[in-house]
């Protein structure tokens, strides 16, 4: 699937968010290696640090589903649809960690600025 797809994708996924604290809502399109798509969508608590990002929300629903492992992953964020589709959103210290636990270094994540390597936002990962 192209890049533009995907990012679409994720800024659908982002409609879905729950951010009514940060009012800040993101969208991940996640794309296994057997071709499935796994959306998410950042879900705030009023207990605010059972916060789930959007990364993690579609890694988990991939995991839950049977996929481990995957070609890339589209993100995109903001305050406005606007800002989601203008300015690149960075996926969390916490998501790369999760990323790294079933992607290599060379796994691609597509903002949308262009594409980025997993190794390029966290080139040393926690192993044990
Ligand atoms: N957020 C994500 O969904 N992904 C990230 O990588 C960083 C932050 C969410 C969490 C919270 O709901 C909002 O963005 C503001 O931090």
Do not use: W
């Amino acid at each position: 699937m192209e890049t533009k797809e995907l990012i679409s994708q994720a800024l659908s996924a982002r409609e879905n968010a729950y951010a009514p604290y940060s009012g800040f809502s993101v969208g991940a399109a996640l794309q296994g290696t057997d071709g499935r798509m796994f959306l998410g969508c950042n879900v705030e608590n009023a207990s605010y640090s059972m916060t789930i990002c959007a990364e993690r929300n579609a890694v988990l629903q991939a995991i839950a589903a049977g996929q481990r492992s995957f070609r890339s992953i589209a993100i995109v964020g903001g305050k406005t649809a606007e800002e989601a589709r203008e300015t690149p959103c960075v996926p969390c210290g916490a998501c790369l960690q999760v990323f790294a636990e079933f992607c290599d270094g060379d796994f691609p994540i597509l903002l949308t600025d262009g594409v980025h390597l997993l190794r390029d936002f966290l080139p040393q990962a926690f192993t044990l």
